[in-house]
């Protein structure tokens, strides 16, 4: 039925207005084709596959079934970019998150930042391509056409039913998100430490705003966004069974909030068909595969952004040095409102301060802004509109060297690798994201020795700010100034295998390492995680027949069986070693001082069966042990063997012990022999759902991060694997298997809210279905159309 009439005159007066603020044409706009109309068939967990005539009716899908499972995930998402998070989620005083965050968009809405990516050739390069911007407005439409023929007061989900943040969506709210995307590795990962900059006082150095966020930045080894990571293999023809090519997608994302997977199959026929999924609020496929090639994403090593010293003006901290020219800094006031403790609202103000380089940072210990220094930093994906052009030309690649041409082209991802494979049996590895252009001529001219040690620690380049000579400079082959152009950047081609786990690019064949590549972009000849040692271990093991698994090479069932054979590389390692130790010392003394009984600790150690299956006892006694400091290793690391070394336990280090006395203590009033599905469990309704998986720390492939409760257990996964798919390329089409661990809706009173992750409970699958006779063959599946012009194409198909 059609809405309305004084409903629909009121939405678009409300869309009339917001485009008269802000420049960008109407998000309810019909497009040029006379209206929007999608087919929607959504098979078994909800999974939608969606087809259109044209990429904004195309949009418009995506963004009626977002709607329809995960609305409040995207309104609470614009809420954010919209710096609008104190006035209605609240704040505790003016150094609370939502306050801090709403300071640091309202800075970016006030500068006009997300207008800015839309100026330009609409190319894909310069500014994003017309088919893109179809894309984004019919998604708008999409959304908007769902909540008011819904109405937010009859919305099912309980978390924002009848909620005044609950509102249309408009085209620049996409690109607010879309920008936020990109900086977060950069710019907002050290947003508290860009708030809190404020120039010295009389009194000493000002800071009005703890930068707690920015302290774990800096404190951080590499690059990666806090909370995510990934396990990816490329598998090509002398891998596999069939001699095409294969790909195992392992995102670790959040399973909460506006960071999860969305699973879809999005068709413009003719022009783009692809399976896989995206975050949520996203209008297109970011991990997947089409008919002949597949690919996926780990989060890569590189920095995103460079410090600059600043050498200040004697007797003016806002003006500093440039060539022996002093240059006066950039002020911004932004005011957010922030509600009163006896009702209402209070404003928040903050000034901002900006450099020709970007803004002015505060880390105190680190980059403490002083009368004679302070530091900015280049934040090299604040510019970055090219990403969802990328992915959509990434789409309709047909061999990893066209997919590499797309990437050369568009330099687009933001924090990622990519590993893929196509039907030909070639697999790709590369880090061609966006790095800052800091080569190791720079590095060596323009950072000054007392930060020398960080870079060669941690990559973080301290440049020296005074010289423009220590400017990012522009390599010829990149796209934009300031970024490492293709030909500094890792890549591997190979016909059997490439693998990452979040190490850095070195290891991606350890037959064929990259080396020589700028130090920004991630360490080169050490040591590598567990995690990564074993993802290593698993791909050779079964090419040699050696695992335990029937035949060699890969078949789609045998990548699953590896993803989920839940292997603990850690024990497998040391476990033995480590119970001979505890049996010849049945007490020991915990951090705190306590003596501690271990001989229970002895038994759920020994009958470990190094699984981190449901059904595995005593590995969360493990999993604590190794949190508590546990892995202490009598071996060096040897460059000439990196998989296999170091691999001995110390157990004559007297820290060993200590941390099995602490694990103990930790899990008193759990049992030490507990089943793992007893005591790790994921909410969904009334029922807790057992989950398998564990941490990195320990050498789990299949990562699961979940905080431990005293005397309860672990009762809520944080993150871990996310959207999982083993998908297998040959000459009749894709096939393979995937699934979404934590289902495909927020919602707790949908369908789909819990399906997948019972299934992934017990180590279940759903199918890849691209193929007409895929999707046909699901017996679930339901058909209906969604639309908005003409006729109003609602309607069951």
């Known amino acids: 039925m059609r809405p309305k009439p004084v409903c629909a005159l009121l939405t678009a007066l409300a869309t009339a207005v917001s485009t008269l603020a802000v420049g960008v044409p109407s998000a309810t706009a019909r497009h040029r084709d006379g209206g929007y109309s999608a087919e929607i068939r959504r098979a078994s967990y909800g999974v939608p596959h969606i087809t ?33 998070r104190s006035r209605h989620f609240g704040a505790a005083g003016p150094t609370d998150p939502n306050v801090r965050s709403d300071l640091f968009f309202r800075k970016a809405i006030d500068d006009g930042t997300a207008q800015r990516l839309l100026r330009g050739p609409r190319d894909g390069v310069r500014s994003p391509s017309n088919e893109v911007r179809d894309q984004i407005r019919g998604f708008v439409a999409g959304y ?21 943040w609950v509102r249309p969506l408009t085209e620049l709210d996409m690109w607010r998100m879309s920008w936020d995307s990109m900086v977060r590795a950069g710019s907002r990962a050290v947003l508290d430490g860009i708030v809190a900059a404020a120039p010295p006082t009389a009194t000493g150095p000002a800071a009005v705003l703890d930068a707690p966020g920015a302290a774990a930045v800096v404190a951080a080894s590499d690059g990666a966004p806090a909370g995510v990571g990934s396990n990816a293999y490329g598998l090509g023809a002398r891998a596999t069974t069939h001699g095409g090519g294969m790909v195992l997608a392992n995102p670790h994302f959040p399973w909460e909030g506006e960071d999860r997977f969305y ?17 949520i609020g996203d209008p297109i496929i970011e991990i997947g595969h089409n008919g002949k090639v597949a690919w996926s994403h780990t989060v890569s090593t590189a920095r995103r952004f460079v410090w600059h010293r600043l050498a200040l003006v004697p007797g003016d901290p806002t003006s500093y040095y440039l060539d022996g020219r002093a240059r006066k800094m950039t002020t911004r006031t932004v005011s957010v409102r922030v509600p009163a403790p006896g009702g209402g609202t209070v404003p928040v103000s903050r000034t901002f301060h900006d450099t020709h380089f970007g803004p002015v940072v505060v880390v105190p210990g680190t980059f403490d802004w002083s009368d004679t220094a302070a530091y900015a930093i280049t934040d090299v994906n604040a510019g970055n509109n090219r990403a969802f052009d990328g992915w959509l030309e990434m789409g309709r690649a047909k061999t990893v060297r ?7 082209r568009h330099q687009f991802l933001p924090w990622v690798n990519v590993i893929a494979a196509d039907s030909r049996g070639e697999a790709l590895y590369a880090d061609h994201s966006v790095v800052p252009r800091v080569t190791d001529e720079l590095a060596a001219a323009c950072i000054p020795a007392p930060f020398r040690p960080l870079y060669a620690a941690s990559g973080q380049a301290v440049l020296d700010g005074s010289r423009s000579a220590c400017a990012l400079g522009r390599d010829p082959d990149a796209v934009v100034p300031g970024i490492l152009g293709p030909a500094n950047l890792p890549i591997r081609f190979r016909a059997d295998y490439v693998t990452n786990s979040n190490d850095s690019h070195w290891l991606a064949n ?26 290593v271990e698993q791909v050779r093991q079964r090419l040699a027949g050696t695992d335990g698994l029937p ?38 003394t915990a951090s705190d001082g306590s003596t501690v009984d271990l001989r229970p600790a002895c038994r759920a150690l020994r009958g470990w069966d190094l699984r981190v299956d449901v059904g595995s006892r005593g590995a969360h006694l493990f999993t604590e042990f190794v949190l508590a400091g546990g892995i202490r290793f009598a071996d060096a690391f040897d460059a000439a063997d990196p998989v296999r070394t170091p691999s001995r336990l110390d157990t004559a280090d007297p820290r060993v012990l200590t941390a099995l006395a602490d694990a103990v203590r930790g899990l008193a009033g759990i049992p030490l022999d507990a089943r793992l599905g007893d005591v790790q469990t994921e909410p969904r309704g009334d029922r807790r759902v057992p989950i398998h998986g564990g941490r990195a720390e320990a050498g789990v492939f299949n990562m699961i991060v979940n905080p431990l409760t005293p005397g309860d257990g672990y009762r809520k996964v944080v993150h871990g694997s996310s959207f999982v798919m083993a998908v297998e390329l040959g000459r009749t089409g894709p096939s393979g298997r995937q699934i979404l661990t934590y289902s495909q809706s927020a919602n707790p009173n949908s369908p789909w809210y819990g399906d997948q992750t019972r299934l992934y409970s017990g180590k279940g699958w759903d199918t890849i ?3 007409e006779a895929q999707i046909e063959a699901d017996p679930n599946l339901r058909t209906y159309r969604v639309g908005e012009g003409p006729g109003d194409a609602d309607r069951p198909g």
């Open 551 to 588: 035949g060699r090479g890969y078949t789609a069932s045998r990548l699953w069986q590896t993803v989920f054979g839940n292997r603990a590389y850690g024990g497998e390692l040391f476990r033995d070693d480590l119970v001979a130790l505890c049996v010849a010392n049945p007490t020991a």
């Open 52 to 84: 259109a005539r044209s990429f904004a009716s195309l949009g418009f899908g995506v963004g009626h079934v977002q709607a329809e499972d995960n609305i409040c995930v995207i309104a609470e998402r614009a809420v954010t970019v919209n710096a609008e």
């Open 144 to 164: 908007n056409h769902y909540l008011r023929r819904t109405g937010a007061a009859n919305l099912t989900d309980p978390a924002c039913r009848g909620k005044p």
């Open 402 to 408: 066209e997919l590499k041409r797309v990437l050369d």
């Open 510 to 535: 350890p037959q064929a390492p990259l080396e020589g590549y700028p130090r920004i972009i991630g360490p080169e000849r050490t040591e590598r995680s567990l995690r990564t040692r074993l993802g």
């Open 769 to 771: 279905k691209y193929t």
């Open 263 to 279: 699973r879809m199959h999005l068709k413009v026929p003719g022009r783009y068909d692809v399976e896989g999924a995206a975050l």
